[in-house]
């Protein structure tokens, strides 16, 4: 899985980027760590969490999405690093 630095914070982004997703960090009242609005395709995470619970709340939120067509827009590293984290994420 992905070390809990802003640079792995940083490739998460780029991914969700290359997606087609902007992530955002907003203040909320939702309970987890992110939501998705899936019609405009945007990550909103709550910006009072820490580098580990960023990381831990976009790779949640990439887990769930539906991501068929989107993954023929990533490079190689990226499609490694997207299967990494669902997979990582089926284990638990």
């Known amino acids: 899985m992905l070390s809990y630095t802003t640079h792995s914070l940083e490739k998460l982004e780029q ?3 290359q ?3 902007k992530v955002r960090y907003e203040k909320g009242n939702f309970r987890t760590g992110a939501c998705v609005l899936q019609t ?3 990550i909103v995470v709550n910006r009072f969490l ?3 619970s ?3 709340a976009i790779a949640d939120v990439l887990t769930i999405i539906q991501l068929d067509e989107e993954i023929s827009l990533l490079n190689e590293k990226q499609k490694q690093l ?3 984290i669902k997979q990582t994420k089926l284990k638990i």
């Open 82 to 84: 997207l299967m990494s």
């Open 19 to 21: 997606l087609g997703f």
């Open 40 to 42: 405009s395709k945007v």
């Open 50 to 52: 820490n580098t580990e």
């Open 15 to 17: 991914l969700c980027k």
């Open 54 to 56: 960023r990381i831990n």
